[in-house]
């Protein structure tokens, strides 16, 4: 499918998060809306309990991904074998809705519909990883497609209530797996892989390892902090995550650089530095104007939380450090070459930087839980914020370190000091001309960036180049996909 372009690939995943971020919020007002209160907890229910059906869905996708950027075809072995692996969940989530359809009082049709979600999350999340690793700025069309086909086709249903609902989720989902086979259609080999199957099932306790601290830091998220908070705190909570999500989204830019470290083994300090320069672009002044704005923002979601509005810098300074903690997981990990023959040991994979990376992970989830365990009885929403903080700054200092060699430094701070300064005019933009209105808060949020983008490209040479080389690289692609 050729050569990986980075900037472009990372630019189409951000933007692709931004806009299922946006239309996410449309979809969940959408139906909070339209459906009875009992219909929307039964909706809540089933997202959940789909989720624990899913344990296994990660398995095939860790190892394709990495196989499949080093030139491994292992499309059709990868769709048979994640639908075969889903067979038993699917079959296990039918026999578990005809108990719980009863104890929460759902009719038992809708998690009857709700299960054919999950044969086909698993094979799409096989085939995703695969265009990940072949092309990424075609991946980044999933939220769009799904979101795009999920919303209108929900409007037109709605009037069967839930069943409508999840009909729409079913279609869309339906339609984003038609799309990956036809754009992986030229990848698919001739006969199944048995052998790399069986291989790389038996590496399964690895991507286990890596998914269960991503669900353990969910499952804390909601169970704890709602244990230990009162609801108001909880509301600011929520609605400081949700904005901070936004700036997280910016982590993905790194996933195409990881993708090409697969295939080339290899890169210098000039490459990260190019890397870490772009996405800092987006992240510094995503952070600096969602601090001056946070009490807008906040208004966005009612006026009666904007007194809340305190929560949300922390916040997006915590999402900064992971974002960043993010890109060198993608380093490390994108190096790594343990993993490459299939005959690999356990002992050498719990070598790897793979297993080191997901433990410095657990580490993270250990101090987040310690410290709310710690902060938040005394602090209150304060000291879940400070948490985060911190677990997110001491993720950021091992991985600083772990990644050390391949860090510029001293030219990197130089490249910090000139966006800061790019943000100077933003920053009195967005002082000087308060909004008034929810509408006003999004003009001058694209006012602001305009401002940004426009003083970064007059006082930095580099980030022009980049911001050229980025252009020329978005015309190469629009004209050689049409």
Known sequence: MGKIRVRLSGFALFAGNISSFLLGFVFVVLISRNLSQGELGAWFFIGSMLSYFQVFEKILPYWSLRDSARGARIV???????????????????????????????????????????????????LTSILYAKSPHLASLRNPIIDGVKIPVALLLLVYGLKGVLIAVILANLMYLIYLIIVLRNEFESKLRLDWFKKRFKHSWLPLFHS?????????????????????????????????????T??????????????????????????????????IPM???????????????GKRYINGAWVLPPLLMAASFTTYSSIFSNLLTGLEKADRSLEVGYRDLLKSKLFIIDLINYLFTAILIALSILLVPVMGVFGATLSRLGASIALFSIMIYVSRYYLPSRAFIIDLAKICAACLPMTAFLIFFKPISSITTLIDVGIGAAIYFAALYAIDSESRFLIKSFLRELSERMFAFT
């Open 250 to 283: 910016s982590k993905h830019m790194a996933t195409p650089f990881g993708i090409k470290l697969l295939s080339v083994g290899r890169t210098d300090q000039r490459e990260v530095r190019s890397l870490l320069k772009f996405i800092s672009i987006f992240v």
């Open 76 to 126: 059709k072995t990868s769709l048979t074998f994640s639908f075969l692996l889903s067979l038993p969940f699917f079959s296990g989530f039918i026999l578990s809705s005809l108990l719980m359809s009863a104890i929460v009082k759902v009719d038992t049709a809708v998690f009857l519909l709700a299960s054919i979600l999950l044969p086909l999350y698993y094979v799409q999340d096989s």
């Open 287 to 301: 952070l600096v104007g969602g601090v001056l704005l946070s009490p807008y923002l906040f208004g966005i979601f």
């Open 212 to 248: 269960v601290s991503g669900y353990i830091n969910n499952a804390f998220d909601s169970f704890l902090i709602g244990v230990l908070l009162s609801p108001a705190e909880l509301a600011y909570y929520g609605i400081g995550m949700t904005i901070s999500n936004i700036v997280k």
